[in-house]
Antibody, heavy 125, light 107 residues
Framework: EVQLVESGGGLVQPGGSLRLSCAAS????????MNWVRQAPGKGLEWVSY????????YYADSVKGRFTISRDNAKNSLYLQMNSLRDEDTAVYYC??????????????????WGQGTLVTVSS | DIQMTQSPSSVSASVGDRVTITCRAS??????LAWYQQKPGKAPKLLIY???SLQSGVPSRFGGSGSGTDFTLTISSLQPEDFATYYC?????????FGQGTKVEIK
C-alpha cells in the first residue's frame, strides 16, 4: 500500500525558513518522479514543484522559484522541500504526490493518484 | 503557462441530478487532463485521467470527455457522497496547473 507522510510544517515568521519532508513507502520510490502541491486555507490547489526519479529534472512554480528547493534521497525513500524567504502567501497545507502509476495503465503517470495527509505551514508574525 | 478555467464556480443540485462541469485550457493540451474530487479536510482524489479514463474504484456515474482546450466532467446521477469540490488539472506541460474548483452543493 502506497503511503506518504509529510512532516516539518509549523508556524514561521515572514522571511524565515522551513524544511518539509515526505516519507514514502509501499512503492519503489527511486523509480518515480515526485511533486509538491499546496492549498492555501479555503483556496484551490496549486502545484509547487517536480523532481524526476533521479533528480536530473526539476521544475518550480513561478511563485516559489528562487526561494524553494526540492530534493530527494532515494536511499531514504524521502522527498524534501527547503523553503526560504517565506511570505504570508506561502501559508498552506503542503502535500507530496508521486507520479506513481499502475504499469497496466501508463497514462496515469502524469497525474496524482496518491497524496499524503499534508503538513500545514503558517507564515505569520 | 497554461491557464485552466472551470465553470461554474459552484452548482446547487439535488440527489439524482445530472451535473456537468466544464474546464477550458488557455491553449491546447491534447488529452492531458485529470479531474479530482476533494472533500473538506481531505486530500484530493483522482477521478478521471487522460481526459476520459475512469480511475480504478471510481463509480461509473463519473465520466470525462474532451480534448484540445475544452473538457467536461459529468456526474450522471448525483449521490449524497458526491457533494464536494472538483478540480481539473492539466499535465501537458510544466508548470502543472489546476482549475479554480467547482463546488457541488446540496440544493
Amino acid at each position: 500500500e502506497v503511503q506518504l507522510v509529510e512532516s516539518g510544517g509549523g508556524l514561521v515568521q515572514p522571511g524565515g525558513s522551513l524544511r518539509l519532508s515526505c516519507a514514502a513507502s509501499g512503492f519503489t520510490f527511486s523509480s518515480y518522479s515526485m511533486n509538491w502541491v499546496r492549498q492555501a486555507p479555503g483556496k484551490g490547489l496549486e502545484w509547487v514543484s517536480y523532481i524526476s526519479s533521479g533528480s536530473s529534472t526539476i521544475y518550480y512554480a513561478d511563485s516559489v522559484k528562487g526561494r524553494f528547493t526540492i530534493s530527494r534521497d532515494n536511499a531514504k525513500n524521502s522527498l524534501y522541500l527547503q523553503m526560504n524567504s517565506l511570505r504570508d502567501e506561502d501559508t498552506a497545507v503542503y502535500y507530496c504526490a508521486p507520479n506513481y502509476y499502475d504499469t497496466k495503465h501508463p497514462a496515469q503517470r502524469y497525474y496524482f493518484d496518491y497524496w499524503g495527509q499534508g503538513t500545514l505551514v503558517t507564515v505569520s508574525s | 503557462d497554461i491557464q485552466m478555467t472551470q465553470s461554474p464556480s459552484s452548482v446547487s443540485a439535488s440527489v439524482g441530478d445530472r451535473v456537468t462541469i466544464t474546464c477550458r485550457a488557455s491553449q491546447g493540451i491534447s488529452s492531458y487532463l485529470a479531474w479530482y474530487q476533494q472533500k473538506p479536510g481531505k486530500a484530493p482524489k483522482l477521478l478521471i485521467y487522460a481526459a476520459s479514463s475512469l480511475q480504478s474504484g471510481v463509480p461509473s456515474r463519473f465520466g470525462g470527455s474532451g480534448s484540445g482546450t475544452d473538457f467536461t466532467l459529468t456526474i450522471s446521477s448525483l449521490q449524497p457522497e458526491d457533494f464536494a469540490t472538483y478540480y481539473c488539472q492539466q499535465a501537458n506541460s510544466f508548470p502543472r496547473t489546476f482549475g479554480q474548483g467547482t463546488k457541488v452543493e446540496i440544493k
